[in-house]
């Protein structure tokens, strides 16, 4: 059954395309990582646990679609990917580790590209839910927009966990410190994918 968020009127996807748009110009004045990651924080502090359990069982929900055994061996995955990232966000902050964190963005320029993807991509919901979490809701997406800057530009790390499969037998790798992803480039057609501004390489095909 699909959530009344679905159903609510134009007005309402309006109010909420300018707070998401207020808040993409407050993250795009980060300079340094620790700048981003306290920005990060202050954003996602304010999800309640009511709306953790609704992206979760969204989540969830989604990935029991996923034919078995692939639905299994991803799971673990997803969930790092958004409650992973999310709980060690929250843990950096406790520790105060972001104030110390003053090297700057590494690739500015993506960076501001995928800030500029934010408002238009919370209200892209026609993806297939198999390589990436499927929210049909701007809050909730916006919460994946939120994690996903986190990992790509505070920890520079892939938008997909090191070791994530997708279809076809292939997964992310780490090779020393730089990553690699089969499908790295082959989302180029789907703005709103963060596959788009992710700092693994494209692995190439054999």
């Not at 009344?4 to 009127?9: A, D, F, G, R, Y």
């Not at 502090?45 to 061996?73: A, V, W």
Request: aromatic content about 12%; hydrophobic content about 35%; proline content about 7%.
């Amino acid at each position: 059954m699909e959530t009344t968020e679905l159903i609510q009127p134009p007005e309402h996807h309006e109010k909420r395309g300018r707070v998401i748009r207020d808040i993409v110009v407050r993250l795009k004045s980060a300079r340094t990582k620790g700048e981003l990651g306290n920005l990060l924080v202050h954003e996602i502090q304010g999800y309640t646990m009511f709306d953790l359990q609704i992206i979760g069982g969204r989540l969830n929900s989604e990935i029991d679609k996923l034919p078995s055994p692939y639905r299994e061996s991803i799971r673990p995955y997803f969930r790092e990917q958004l409650f992973g990232k999310h709980h060690q966000l929250l843990a950096m902050h406790r520790t105060r580790v972001f104030f110390t964190m003053n090297d700057p963005i590494h690739d500015r320029e993506t960076f501001l590209k995928f800030c500029e993807m934010i408002p238009e991509g919370v209200f892209a919901w026609n993806d297939s839910g198999e390589r990436n979490p499927y929210f049909r809701n701007p809050k909730n997406r916006l919460f994946y927009y939120l994690l996903a800057a986190f990992t790509l530009f505070v920890l520079d790390e892939p938008g997909h966990p090191v070791g994530m499969p997708f279809p076809g037998g292939f997964s992310v790798e780490q090779r020393g410190r730089d990553y690699y992803c089969l499908i790295r480039d082959k989302e180029k057609e789907v703005f709103y994918s963060i596959c788009n501004f992710c700092p693994a390489h494209q692995t190439e095909e054999s």
